[in-house]
């Protein structure tokens, strides 16, 4: 049929723009050189434009990973398929050096279709994490003696990598007003950290370290919404969730070697961690309010206890990431076949305090801002009607440094989501 060959073409599209985009993962910052590099929240397209808030959203036009109990707003003859990209450009700053740099990423892939009766299920693929820098640093030793010279040394920093998730999940409505949703998560993908010391003084060795990780496991995130209508036109949603701290299955080494004159090693050592890394136990809660179907108003707050697990062997070297997230969005009439009043409008904002440490303290907070607008696709054929729209989002994003010797980051971001709302379980009518 028309429709299944429509949607079956935007998947190979979406296929193709992931397999494009895979050597792209976005991510910059000299930063993700700490822990798992820069955390990818679970947001898609309809999240986004709304601060990222999602915990207590419910959306049977688009997917909402945050919480999987939002499973269950799924149209019973409805199938969903996301995707989505980004475009980023970033601007670092010491103060008195600036550097600019532009990438794009993949964001997410998903689907979303009715599985049994109160019961919605949801696949897809989203990253979970990003490692990407490369700078030098510069500083002197000073002259043992008045008869030396004083020795410079370059370091050379370099990381790459990240971690992936790929996702299958279910809600189940238990009674009319709540609901309850698990994800399960295979989590894999590698990185790896660098760091080479070269020496002015040619008799002085040269050092290198090397940080490798490969990661494969389950992860679980739970979910639970319960839904109040107050009236017809005044419904509140309450949400919670729970992500499942738990040991990582990994394959990781240390790698120290030392050469001397830049061509002999005289030491090289390779350590296995046993244990090395570790996920850590997540809450999140959030609300929202909704008017008429035509206004949403929502706040989440989300704790993520990085700073009791285990990287690399060690403890304390994370902190506890802590997010805050508001959002808004106005349809202006949900029943016009007028194209303007089908535009959604949302904005919202966020601060966190991310789980990096540098030196021993909080490397830095997180602010960001963000507008989007959503666009509807409308066709019908015969008795199938085709409800797909194009989401458009533009944030900003600073990252403010607490510890000295911590860029400032500020980043200029513009997501792109398309959604097929495909009416593939209703049955034809034979006259």
Not at 166 to 187: C, D, E, I
Not at 229 to 245: D, E, Q, R
Not at 274 to 298: C, E, S, W
Not at 302 to 319: H, N, P, V, Y
């Amino acid at each position: 049929m028309i429709h299944i060959r429509k949607t079956l073409g935007a998947i190979l599209f979406a296929c193709l723009t992931i397999t494009c985009a895979w050597g792209q993962n976005g991510a910059n910052s000299p930063l993700t050189r700490y822990g798992f590099g820069q955390l990818a929240d679970q947001n898609l397209g309809g999240n986004m434009s709304m601060g990222g808030i999602g915990i207590g959203l419910r959306n049977h036009t688009q997917i909402n990973v945050t919480n999987p109990a939002s499973y269950t707003a799924v149209d019973t003859l409805t199938f969903l398929f996301e995707a989505g990209i980004s475009l980023q450009n970033a601007n670092f700053s010491d103060g008195t050096t600036k550097l600019n740099v532009k990438n794009s990423s993949f964001d997410y892939l998903a689907m979303q279709f009715r599985l049994f009766r109160n019961m919605g299920m949801t696949i897809g693929f989203l990253p979970y994490s990003r490692v990407g820098y490369s700078f030098k640093s510069t500083s002197d030793i000073p002259a043992q003696s008045e008869w030396d010279d004083p020795t410079t040394v370059t370091r050379a920093y370099t990381g790459n990598g990240g971690l992936h998730q790929a996702f299958m999940g279910v809600g189940y409505k238990l009674l009319p007003n709540l609901s309850v949703g698990v994800n399960a998560s295979y989590l894999f993908g590698n990185f790896s950290h660098k760091v080479t010391a070269n020496f002015s003084d040619a008799t002085m060795h040269s050092l290198a370290r090397t940080y490798y990780a490969e990661i494969s496991d389950i992860k679980l995130d739970f979910g639970a919404q319960y839904t109040m209508a107050f009236n017809p036109k005044n419904i509140v949603t309450l949400g919670a969730t729970y992500s499942l701290g738990q040991d990582l299955h990994a394959i990781n080494s240390y790698i120290s070697n030392q050469k001397l004159n830049g061509s002999n090693v005289i030491a090289d050592s390779v350590n296995h961690i046993n244990k090395a890394f570790q996920l850590p136990h997540a809450f999140g809660v959030g609300l929202t309010y909704m008017y008429d179907n035509r206004l949403i108003v929502g706040a989440d707050f989300l704790l993520q206890k990085f700073g009791s697990t285990r990287f690399f062997g060690k403890e304390g070297d994370l902190a506890d990431r802590m997010k805050c997230a508001v959002g808004v969005q106005f349809h202006p009439d949900p029943m016009s076949n007028n194209f303007f009043k089908q535009i959604k409008y949302s904005a919202g904002a966020h601060y966190s305090k991310p789980y990096v440490k540098v030196n021993g303290q909080e490397a830095a907070h997180e602010y960001g801002i963000g507008a989007g607008v959503t666009f509807p696709i409308s066709s019908s054929w015969g008795w199938m009607t085709q409800h797909s729209i194009i989401s458009i989002t533009g944030e900003w994003v600073k990252i403010d440094p607490k510890v000295k010797g911590v860029l400032t980051e500020n980043y200029l971001r513009l997501s792109v989501g398309l959604t097929f709302n495909e009416r593939w379980f209703m049955k034809q009518k034979i006259r």
